[in-house]
């Protein structure tokens, strides 16, 4: 039961860049793959991007280039790196675990990204 904080969200100009950060209360050393989900008003959540704990990464086609995910298992922090956000970036966003199928319910409360001028 490790418990998921997000942090880092804000209100930022296109083109600006935010970093999120995941705060884990426990060890994700354990945790293969995380993730970072996000969820824009009236639409469903995504999965935005993934890293497992070699460090291996994906993302979604819509961010890729621009956003960076990265981990610090002795931090117990996951984090996300936002560069030349664009308004359809705007979202609340999550991490869990970065796979679909294992999911830890309930999520987090999120935090809120607006990419507005």
């Known amino acids: 039961q490790v418990q998921l904080v997000e942090s880092g969200g804000g209100l930022v100009q296109p083109g600006g860049s935010l970093r999120l950060s995941c705060a884990a209360s426990?060890?994700?050393?354990?945790?293969?793959?995380m993730g970072w989900y996000r969820q824009a008003p009236g639409e469903q959540r995504e999965l935005v991007a993934t890293i497992t704990s070699g460090g291996s990464t994906n993302y979604a086609d819509s961010v890729k280039g621009r956003f960076t995910i990265s981990r610090d298992n002795a931090k117990n922090t996951v984090y996300l790196q936002m560069n030349s956000l664009k308004p359809e970036d705007t979202a609340v966003y999550f991490c869990?675990?970065?796979?679909?199928?294992?999911?830890?319910?309930?999520w987090g409360q999120g935090t809120q990204v607006t990419v507005s001028s």
């Open positions: 869990n675990i970065g796979r679909w199928g294992s999911i830890r319910n309930p």
């Open positions: 426990g060890s994700i050393f354990s945790i293969y793959i």
